[in-house]
């Protein structure tokens, strides 16, 4: 096992169309699988990561609701999502993202409410989950990835969208002091 490094924006790997998986008995890809799970699990409070951002661009997404702080309700826990399409959404609603590709900034982002995602799991059978509010975020954002699209590509306004992470953070630790 191997942590690897993640790469960060704007790298222009992470700009690739990723290729789907096909071979998935190769014993290099399931090791690969297991590599990109512990890189995700090595980055604290991370709930997703996609191939591309360790420079693999092939269309694999971990997705570990879980890990969050606070997990949401009704989440599905690890999917190691291969192929992974949305076959249907509805709603939407605002929230804020951030990105191990962009560790310097959060961002407000229109997302879907509930997505249906279907994919291969690391053997090759296909799942299919409906995902809401948080997960379902997350699998779309990581699903983004797969086509070279990170969030800042969905704020409506980079200017008052986007924030810089520290600055987030010392005034969300001001407010809770008071
Ligand atoms: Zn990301």
Known sequence: MAILEILTYPDDQLRALCEPVTDFDNPEFQ???????????DAPGC???????VGRPIQVVAID???????????????????????????MEVGREGCLSLPDYTGNVVRAVEAQLQFQDRTGQ?????????????????VDHLEGRMFIDRVVSRRA?????????????????N
């Open 161 to 177: 969208d986007m924030f810089p992470r520290k600055q987030y953070q010392s005034r969300r630790s001001k407010k809770s002091s």
């Open 126 to 142: 296909t799942q299919s989950h409906m995902l809401t509010g948080f997960e379902a975020r997350v699998a779309q954002h990581e």
């Open 65 to 91: 609701c879980s890990l969050a702080r606070h997990p949401p309700e009704g989440h599905h826990g690890l999917m190691l999502a291969c192929n992974p399409e949305i076959l249907s959404w509805s709603g």
């Open 47 to 53: 709930v997703g990561i996609a191939a591309p951002q």
């Open 31 to 41: 090791q690969f699988i297991d590599d990109l799970l512990e890189t995700m699990h």
